[in-house]
Nanobody, 122 residues
Framework: VQLQASGGGLVQAGTSLGLSCAAS????????VAWFRQAPGKERQFVAG????????AYSASAKGRFTISRDSAKNTVYLHMNDLLSDDTAVYYC????????????????WGQGTLVTVSS
């Protein structure tokens, strides 16, 4: 499966932004999917995840309550909707998929999108 992330941009703190991850090649319905982010000089960190059947979601502590991960099977696309953005949310956001269980570890994902930059100005 190939993943294409989009939707990043420059936004002000306190506003909302939605990211998309469009898949091609195979249906995403058989994959666990997740969003990670990487700020300059920092390691890639888990943001949100969705199990292959959509029954389970997981969020990082910083994302919980502000971000929502979802999937549109008809569009073969995964979304990350982000509310109340903070300057600390500034990072390159990556979508990822694997054929196994959802994981918070980036090493468990073997399919990655190219990343989309989110910059939050305070």
């Amino acid at each position: 499966v190939q993943l294409q992330a989009s939707g990043g941009g420059l936004v002000q703190a306190g506003t909302s932004l939605g990211l998309s991850c469009a898949a091609s090649g195979r249906t995403l319905n058989i994959y666990a999917v997740a969003w990670f982010r990487q700020a300059p000089g920092k390691e890639r960190q888990f943001v949100a995840g969705l199990s292959w059947n959509g029954g389970n979601t997981a969020y990082s502590a910083s994302a919980k309550g502000r971000f929502t991960i979802s999937r549109d099977s008809a569009k073969n696309t995964v979304y990350l909707h982000m509310n109340d953005l903070l300057s600390d949310d500034t990072a390159v956001y990556y979508c990822a998929a694997n054929e196994r269980l959802m994981s918070r570890s980036p090493s468990q994902y073997n399919y990655w999108g190219q990343g989309t930059l989110v910059t939050v100005s305070s």
